[in-house]
């Protein structure tokens, strides 16, 4: 065995709860200030807009947190010798994953240009098929599972 991470789907659901009762609380406390105690028109459209946002939002992120509170399971990573094993819990919204390393062409690191957004990861094979691999909810150290698959014989690319 040349790698291993485990994970529990536990360990990201409270976090995952604050951040979004807190983004929502803030939001919302945000377009009530606009809505109702500016005086400026366009000041209280922007607030209204702000609870258009959210009141579509909200149901997705609803839904989200549903799907991570009842799933049950957790992330298991290993690299073999001949093969990479990504195990995902019951309704995360993730493949799991039995790659071949020497089917393996390389491993694509999508970098955003915008600070927020994260980096994106794939797994392309020598046929041509990508399969992403969502490094966050995992909690895994992508450096060290590159690291181990390149010493495996596996490019790694950054574009």
Not at 85 to 110: A, R
Not at 116 to 133: F, L, R, V
């Amino acid at each position: 065995m040349y790698f291993f991470h485990r994970r529990s789907l536990r360990k990201g659901r409270a976090i995952a709860a604050a951040v979004n009762f807190f983004g929502f609380s803030l939001f919302l406390g945000l377009a009530t200030y606009f809505v109702f105690f500016q005086e400026k028109a366009s000041v209280a459209w922007f607030g209204k807009a702000v609870f258009a946002i959210l009141a579509i939002t909200l149901p997705i992120v609803i839904l989200w947190l549903i799907r991570l509170f009842t799933g049950k399971g957790e992330w298991n990573i290993r690299i073999s010798e001949n093969e990479l094993i990504w195990q995902v819990p019951d309704n995360v919204g993730e493949k799991n994953l039995n790659l071949s390393i020497s089917k393996m062409s390389k491993i694509i690191c999508d970098s955003s240009k915008n600070i927020d957004a994260g980096n994106y990861y794939y797994i392309e094979m020598e046929s041509g098929e990508k399969h992403p691999i969502n490094p966050s909810a995992s909690g895994i150290n992508m450096d060290k599972l590159f690291n181990v698959l390149e010493s495996r014989g596996v490019k790694y690319e950054t574009r």
